[in-house]
């Protein structure tokens, strides 16, 4: 069936690098993508969405872009803090559907 | 800022039992939804709820399971019978009609022993 999947699962960085996860999807139909945080212990957070329609969206230090090509969705986020440390997760939503579909987490963990 | 909020924040149960997962999401909103997501794994669709009614529910969503808006603001989920399997964090989340963007509780650790 159709899935969003993550290419990585976990990512370090130093603190005040950039870090970029990285999100594959399947269905091509999508045309709402969602990146949420989660930090331990807590519900998803939304970070950053962007539409299909759009390639790019900038955020307080955090950019989507959206590749239709090759499917593609990444986050990119600036000068990452310790407070970034957290599982990141893109999600998906299909036309007509009434739920997000969401893919298996990034780990990222930013060293001090 | 509004939020979603779940009680408990940790229920431990015996199989067998049954267990009512609460939530009250945010007061405009009008589409509310719960997911789970078993330790470590991806967050996973159960059901959404609109209009008092279930618009959608996943294959995890069985005849265990049931959701209820029993007045203006609470948003449950029912789990019949429980089974080990059941063991996960439970989110609820809601979104305004018109948007897509769902917000989020912070989840019932659901343990069944």
């Known amino acids: 069936g159709e899935s969003v999947g993550l290419h990585l699962p976990t990512l370090s960085v130093q603190e005040g690098d950039n870090s970029i996860i990285n999100c594959a999807y399947s269905?091509?139909?999508?045309?709402?993508f969602i990146w949420y945080k989660q930090e331990s212990g807590k519900g998803p957070q939304f970070i950053i969405d962007?539409?299909?329609?759009?390639d790019k969206r900038q955020g307080q230090r955090v950019t989507v872009l959206l590749n239709k090509t090759v499917k593609h969705l990444s986050l990119q986020i600036a000068a990452t803090q310790p407070g970034d440390s957290a599982v990141y997760f893109c999600a998906e939503n299909n036309p007509g559907a009434n739920n997000l579909f969401f893919g298996t987490g990034t780990r990222l963990t930013v060293i001090p | 800022e509004p939020e979603v909020t779940q009680t408990p924040s940790h229920q431990v149960t015996q199989m067998g039992q049954e267990v009512i997962l609460r939530c009250v999401p945010i007061s405009n909103h009008l589409y509310f939804y719960w997911y789970r997501q078993i330790l470590g794994q991806k967050v996973e669709f159960l059901v959404s709820f609109y209009n008092n009614e279930i618009s959608e529910k996943s294959e995890i969503f069985d005849d265990q399971f049931s959701v209820e808006r029993p007045d203006g603001s609470n948003f449950t989920l029912k789990i019949r019978s429980t089974k080990l399997e059941d063991s996960a964090m439970y989110f609820c989340?809601?979104?305004?009609?018109?948007?897509?963007?769902?917000?989020f509780g912070p989840g019932t650790r659901l343990t069944v022993l």
């Open positions: 989340a809601s979104r305004h009609r018109g948007k897509i963007e769902q917000f």
């Open positions: 962007i539409r299909s329609n759009m």
């Open positions: 269905n091509s139909a999508s045309d709402y």
